[in-house]
């Protein structure tokens, strides 16, 4: 369950594989704003161009299915909140639902899609981009930052850590409320005071193990030598001239996305 | 300790809350008829069990966890434009709710629980006005709606939260050791 909420980069050797950690969350990141501006003619658009972005991803469709499994659900709940609960021109009546209206069939599309395409998104940098280069880039994307004291170097690392306990955490949650169940708790009926005491014990044993292992961590990291303050990678981050060709091509795709609102 | 850089254990602490907060959009607290996460919930442990400083911290990780692509955000959103949208202002709220948080709780030598409670309602109130601002300009609702739509839902799951944050952080502090 956990590794399809968070999925980790596929080893396969693909063209956006290949592609500079910083160029890909930049790309991300006007893609995600480009998701929130799109009309309907857009929306076509940034499907196709996101449908080419998987196909250069080396993207197996099981990949695809994966990101949006989870989501599914949430996003068809909403298309029909805004179908059913959005005022407008009537289409069409069921029995004891409110009117769907031709409003809330387009705003619940949209929305629906619009949710799609971020995670889409999303997933598609993470399938590609191992962590230790998400992490790297991002010490490098935050420094402006640094003029507002803001310590980028640390949050850079830090998200690191966050990153590869994220997943622990939900995984050990999942655990313990499968162990609840095992022992026959949580059955149907149950009082609420009863519940909520559980959730709030759960939590606590969250936070203990999380506390413990950041003690760990801290101890490990000092063991090695980590030291604050200006580091240097091992991997270092070099554009190419393959990077500069896919700037070129997400900086013309949004050019080619504002020419279509001025003109459509 | 607020002078003195934080240690390297007080990063890990807060990169452990960065990441609890993220496991949290994916917890539930069933609460009849809507269950809801447990993200605030975090929020507010973060500010209360860390300090301003690296309660903002580790809220500041959680959202760039969101921005690299890690579905982590509400309803499993994740992604820039998320902090730009109607809702990225409750993304923004969680960095200075947990600042404010942890510096009023720093404020006592040893807060007891209805002071915790007070310091976590000032910070929900920091989450709550920057995340209505945000959805009222950018949703273009009148003040009335927004409120309508971005406050009253969550009141009770929120009073609910705090309570629980505030036991649980009696529980827990002894083993914080900043």
């Given at each position: 369950?956990?590794?399809?909420?968070?999925?980790?980069?596929?080893?396969?050797?693909s063209?956006?594989?290949?592609?500079?950690p910083?160029?890909?969350?930049?790309?991300?990141?006007?893609?995600?704003?480009?998701?929130?501006?799109?009309?309907?003619?857009?929306?076509?658009?940034?499907?196709?161009?996101?449908?080419?972005?998987?196909?250069?991803?080396?993207?197996?469709?099981?990949?695809?299915?994966?990101?949006?499994?989870?989501?599914?659900?949430?996003?068809?709940l909403?298309?029909f909140?805004?179908a059913?609960?959005?005022p407008g021109?009537?289409?069409?009546?069921?029995?004891?639902?409110?009117?769907?209206?031709?409003e809330?069939?387009?705003?619940?599309?949209?929305?629906?899609?619009?949710?799609?395409?971020?995670?889409?998104?999303?997933?598609?940098?993470t399938?590609?981009?191992?962590p230790?280069?998400?992490v790297?880039?991002?010490?490098?994307?935050?420094?402006?930052?640094?003029?507002?004291?803001?310590?980028?170097?640390d949050?850079?690392?830090?998200?690191?850590?966050?990153?590869?306990f994220?997943?622990?955490?939900?995984?050990?949650?999942?655990?313990?409320?499968?162990?609840r169940?095992?022992?026959?708790?949580?059955?149907p009926?149950?009082?609420?005071?009863?519940?909520l005491?559980?959730?709030?014990r759960?939590?606590?044993?969250?936070?203990?193990?999380?506390?413990?292992?950041?003690?760990?961590l801290?101890?490990?990291?000092?063991?090695?030598?980590?030291?604050?303050?200006?580091?240097?990678s091992?991997?270092e981050l070099?554009?190419?001239?393959g990077?500069?060709?896919?700037?070129a091509?997400?900086?013309?795709?949004?050019g080619?996305?504002?020419?279509?609102r001025?003109?459509? | 300790?607020?002078?003195?850089?934080?240690?390297?254990?007080?990063?890990?602490?807060?990169?452990?809350?960065?990441?609890?907060?993220a496991?949290?959009?994916?917890?539930?607290?069933?609460?009849p008829?809507v269950?809801?996460?447990?993200?605030?919930?975090f929020?507010?442990?973060a500010g209360?069990?860390?300090g301003?400083?690296?309660?903002?911290?580790?809220?500041?990780?959680?959202?760039?966890l969101?921005?690299?692509g890690?579905?982590?955000?509400?309803?499993?959103?994740a992604?820039f434009?998320?902090?730009?949208?109607?809702?990225?202002?409750y993304?923004?709220?969680?960095?200075?709710?947990?600042?404010?948080?942890?510096?009023?709780?720093?404020?006592?030598?040893?807060?007891g629980?209805?002071?915790?409670?007070?310091?976590?309602t000032?910070g929900h109130?920091?989450?709550?006005?920057?995340?209505?601002g945000?959805?009222a300009?950018?949703?273009k609702?009148?003040?009335t709606?927004?409120l309508?739509?971005?406050l009253?839902?969550?009141?009770?799951?929120?009073m609910?939260?705090?309570?629980m944050?505030?036991?649980?952080?009696?529980?827990?502090?002894?083993?914080?050791?900043?």
């Amino acid at each position: 369950m956990t590794d399809r909420l968070f999925p980790a980069a596929a080893p396969v050797v693909s063209p956006l594989r290949n592609v500079d950690p910083r160029v890909k969350i930049a790309a991300a990141v006007s893609l995600s704003i480009l998701v929130f501006q799109a009309g309907p003619g857009q929306i076509v658009l940034l499907s196709l161009f996101l449908a080419l972005l998987i196909v250069l991803s080396g993207g197996r469709r099981r990949d695809v299915v994966r990101i949006l499994k989870p989501i599914a659900l949430f996003a068809v709940l909403l298309f029909f909140l805004h179908a059913l609960f959005t005022p407008g021109r009537e289409v069409l009546r069921l029995p004891l639902l409110p009117a769907v209206t031709h409003e809330g069939l387009a705003q619940g599309g949209t929305v629906a899609w619009q949710f799609a395409a971020l995670v889409v998104t999303g997933g598609l940098l993470t399938l590609t981009t191992l962590p230790s280069e998400l992490v790297a880039a991002l010490d490098k994307l935050l420094r402006p930052l640094r003029i507002f004291r803001v310590p980028t170097q640390d949050l850079a690392v830090m998200a690191a850590m966050a990153l590869r306990f994220a997943p622990t955490f939900l995984e050990e949650y999942q655990r313990m409320k499968t162990a609840r169940l095992a022992r026959g708790g949580g059955a149907p009926g149950e009082r609420l005071s009863r519940k909520l005491r559980t959730t709030g014990r759960m939590a606590i044993a969250l936070i203990l193990g999380a506390l413990r292992r950041a003690e760990e961590l801290a101890a490990a990291m000092e063991a090695r030598g980590y030291a604050r303050g200006p580091r240097t990678s091992m991997r270092e981050l070099r554009l190419t001239r393959g990077d500069y060709a896919a700037v070129a091509v997400m900086a013309s795709f949004t050019g080619l996305f504002f020419a279509c609102r001025l003109f459509m | 300790m607020k002078q003195n850089p934080p240690s390297l254990r007080g990063l890990a602490y807060a990169s452990m809350f960065g990441a609890l907060t993220a496991a949290g959009a994916f917890m539930m607290i069933p609460l009849p008829p809507v269950p809801i996460t447990m993200q605030t919930f975090f929020v507010s442990l973060a500010g209360a069990l860390l300090g301003g400083y690296l309660g903002a911290m580790s809220q500041a990780v959680y959202i760039l966890l969101g921005v690299i692509g890690l579905p982590v955000f509400a309803g499993g959103k994740a992604g820039f434009g998320v902090l730009l949208g109607p809702t990225g202002g409750y993304l923004v709220g969680f960095v200075v709710g947990a600042y404010v948080i942890g510096r009023l709780t720093a404020a006592r030598e040893r807060p007891g629980f209805w002071w915790l409670i007070a310091a976590m309602t000032v910070g929900h109130v920091f989450i709550y006005a920057l995340g209505i601002g945000q959805l009222a300009v950018v949703a273009k609702l009148n003040l009335t709606k927004a409120l309508a739509i971005g406050l009253l839902p969550t009141i009770p799951g929120g009073m609910l939260k705090i309570v629980m944050a505030a036991l649980v952080c009696l529980k827990v502090r002894e083993h914080v050791k900043l």
